[in-house]
């Protein structure tokens, strides 16, 4: 596994990066948020990155994807990241995208991955259910009826949530809170009757819901992957998921660290550039050799997805680690060296602090990862 | 490609006929391995280690990119390729060790006259005369080019005079490359002249150094009215700054090559360790805090891991990240010592003596002397320093 990205992949950064540049900078996402938009997502906006392609990019080419793996959906999230686009490319091109490609019936990816090439659903996975990730902990119910499923329950902090056309849903069918098996991941359309969605406001403006399922009715057919492995497969689609946020915290890492950079090199006080100032010098340093060392658990991540490593696990778990602590580095740092302007609503640094607090939370903080990390390498 | 095979065959039967079998992989272990640095004073427990070092010495393959007009292999790289390859697959072992090769080589290579290059390569290539280095002083450790070693020009000679420190075994060298001031009144940078000196000349003393650790390579090395012939100077008069710092990036070359300073001090596993001495339950270290501290250092050498891979796979534009490289090299070196020891707990701070193990007392002792890598070859915050001018670009 080489840790460089190939010709392929360096020319979706290299769009990516015009497209973040040119179409959604940090303004974009500011007036979203000042207008206090329906879906805190931009229509026009996500139709053009599906234009792009890059709905499809973990789809197979026999239903209109590109199948250019994990690496090439999270270099085009890092660059997202560094301009805080929004969009539902993360809980659709990556979560919705790969789940159904790699876990559906052949009647599910016909059903849904053309339409999510064409932009004209979304999707959400809806897992946790308390302030803290833990998909063991599932209490959601199915209980079969004959030879359907009625899901009661509510599901916490879904991405994209609020504005999803198809969830995937992760309930117990057996077993007790504690146990991965007993699990079973459902696939539901958001707007068949019991189903409720409660938009929740946080602190980085994007679009969440907390979601009531009341004797929603399911059959066999909606069963992603097998009865009773859901475990499994939603930790699978999880590290995915896990691994491309990484990216996108990377990027949101690079910007804060780019933007501070620039302004330690024109700032003035006492008379000087507060460049100067090796107490400032060192920090920057620092977080350099942070990010530096982030980039590298990302792509070694974003590799060992795309060539189904045996280590995927752990190699998920250090980048969520890593990108979530580097982050929390930056953005603190960050707002420090501006000084009073960084505490400002009217300067951007601030939009970097609370996704990256939010992000932290996204399938499980640095701390969930330190410790599975633990767990899986035997310490 | 017809020739490269020729080649192949020609190297695999050399080292099959030469390669004494005590210097492969597989060797009995009841025989001594010695730690082959060659010179005048070198000793061998195991005579095989002389014969291997001559025999490689003798073909150039010490260094065998240098043209054979200086002693050296005459391979090109791929030919290079090839002999490790050889080498590697028979286990054979490093012939020499040396900081002839690794820093003064390269440097007379391209700053030495043909008579110098033609007086001084083939000894270190064949491992005739070991080198050490003479560059910080009690006064200069990182404002090296503060230096104040005086050599005073006498006619066709200089006299030398100053104190050296951290010379590594220059009480087992026969020559020293050092840096001089040749112009005191010049500006600091432009005074400095890069001198050879024999050992043996009258007037050169070394003493070594005793560390927290306990005996250390490193001594001090003083020059008393040390007469030292013109012909020694390397490049012009007051000009040895330039050849200071691309000896300097040798230097920081051959130690990443070594796999840098991570690798130094103690190689025991921290996880075994705490499991042993903390405990284990349900096959995990039964603490749970020295747990997510040690998971916590785990995660940033797994990560550091990643980085060095990274940039070699990206083809070595390590120059903006070398300085990155030794940093984090050194600091979790460190980190990785101060957790094993206080896993080892009372055993991990043992000194002397039979009471405790051996492989505990040398634990303590690595940690002491992981507290110098982070100031050895550039100490950590000079690493910050460069890192923050040279590639953040932030001002003076």
């Known amino acids: 596994m080489k840790l460089i990205l190939t010709e392929e992949q360096e020319f979706l950064r290299d769009t990516a990066r015009d497209f973040a540049r040119e179409r959604t900078p940090v303004t974009h996402f500011r007036s979203l948020r000042d207008n206090k938009d329906e879906n805190l997502w931009d229509k026009d906006i996500w139709q053009e990155m599906v234009n792009l392609g890059w709905s499809g990019i973990l789809i197979p080419e026999e239903f209109g994807g590109s199948d250019f793996g994990v690496a090439g959906i999270s270099v085009i999230l890092q660059e997202c990241g560094k301009t805080l686009t929004p969009s539902p490319l993360f809980s659709t091109g990556v979560l919705g995208a790969y789940a159904i490609s790699n876990f559906g019936t052949k009647e599910q990816k016909e059903k849904y991955l053309p339409k999510i090439v064409s932009g004209e659903i979304t999707t959400a996975l809806a897992v946790d259910e308390s302030s803290h990730h833990d998909p063991s902990k599932t209490l959601f119910k199915a209980e079969q009826k004959a030879s359907n499923f009625l899901l009661n329950g509510k599901k916490t902090f879904v991405i994209d949530g609020a504005s999803a056309d198809i969830f995937i849903v992760l309930a117990r069918t057996s077993g007790n809170s504690g146990d991965l098996a007993g699990l079973t991941l459902f696939v539901v359309e958001s707007s068949i009757d019991g189903i409720k969605k409660i938009k929740l406001d946080m602190a980085d403006s994007r679009n969440y819901a907390n979601i009531e399922f009341n004797n929603v009715e399911c059959s066999n057919e909606d069963i992603l992957g097998a009865l009773e492995s859901g475990g499994e497969t939603v930790e699978r689609i999880l590290d995915i998921g896990r691994i491309a946020m990484s990216a996108e915290m990377l990027g949101n890492a690079e910007s804060a660290f780019e933007t501070t950079i620039e302004y330690l090199k024109q700032r003035k006080q006492f008379g000087v550039v507060i460049g100067t100032f090796q107490a400032l010098q060192h920090r920057a340093a620092e977080m350099f050799c942070e990010i530096e060392l982030t980039k590298s658990a990302v792509m070694a991540a974003i590799h060992g997805a795309d060539e189904n490593s045996n280590e995927l696990q752990r190699l998920s778990s250090l980048a969520k680690t890593i990108a979530g602590e580097t982050l929390n580095l930056v953005s603190n740092e960050a707002i420090q060296m501006h000084g009073g302007i960084g505490v400002t609503d009217e300067y951007d640094l601030g939009f970097f602090i609370k996704r990256s607090r939010v992000a932290e939370q996204i399938f499980g903080s640095s701390t969930y990862h330190t410790e599975r990390y633990a767990n899986l390498s035997g310490f | ?396």
């Not at chain 2, 001559?54 to 073909?59: Q, Y």
């Not at chain 2, 001090?265 to 749970?288: C, P, Q, T, Y």
């Open chain 2, 1 to 396: 490609m017809q020739n490269l095979e020729e080649f192949r065959k020609e190297v695999k039967e050399w080292l099959n006929d030469n390669c004494p079998q005590s210097m492969r992989a597989g060797a009995n272990p009841s025989i001594p391995i010695d730690e082959v640095w060659g010179g005048r004073k070198a000793e061998y427990k195991n005579p095989e280690s002389k014969l291997w070092l001559d025999r490689m010495g003798a073909k150039g393959w010490t260094m065998p990119t240098v043209s054979k007009e200086y002693g050296g292999g005459g391979l090109t790289a791929d030919e290079v390729t090839i002999l490790n390859q050889e080498m590697f697959a028979i286990g054979a072992k490093g012939p020499l060790l040396s900081f002839g090769i690794w820093m003064l080589a390269p440097v007379l290579l391209e700053y030495g006259t043909e008579e110098q290059k033609k007086e001084h390569l083939p000894k270190i290539i064949k491992g005739e005369i070991r080198w050490c280095q003479g560059y910080s002083e009690p006064g200069s450790g990182s404002d090296l080019a503060s230096l104040a070693t005086k050599a005073e020009d006498n006619g066709d000679h200089f006299i030398v005079n100053g104190q050296k420190v951290w010379t590594s075994y220059a009480d087992k060298a026969d020559w020293i490359f050092a840096l001089v001031r040749t112009g005191p009144k010049e500006p600091k940078h432009d005074g400095i002249s890069f001198l050879l000196i024999d050992m043996e000349t009258a007037g050169v003393s070394t003493k070594p150094i005793t560390l927290i650790s306990g005996k250390s390579p490193f001594c001090e090395t003083f020059f008393d009215d040390v007469k030292v012939p013109k012909e020694n100077l390397i490049g012009q008069q007051n000009a040895g700054w330039a050849i200071a710092k691309a000896l300097l990036q040798h230097e920081r070359a051959f130690l990443s090559s070594f796999g840098l300073a991570s690798s130094m001090g103690s190689g025991r596993d921290l996880v075994s360790i705490a499991k042993k001495h903390i405990g284990e339950e349900d096959g995990k270290i039964s603490n749970g805090f020295y747990r997510s501290q040690i998971t916590a250092h785990k995660i940033k050498e797994h990560a550091f891991g990643l980085t060095l891979k990274r940039a070699k796979d990206e083809g070595g534009k390590a120059s903006a990240t070398a300085s990155m490289f030794k940093l984090y090299g050194s600091e979790h070196n460190k980190r990785r010592h101060e957790l094993m020891i206080a896993a080892t707990g009372i055993n991990g701070v043992a000194w002397d003596g039979d009471e405790f193990d051996k492989k505990d007392k040398d634990l303590t002792r690595a940690w002491l002397r992981t507290k110098g890598n982070s100031i050895e070859g550039g100490t950590s915050e000079v690493q910050l320093n460069v890192i923050s001018k040279r590639v953040l670009g932030l001002p003076s």
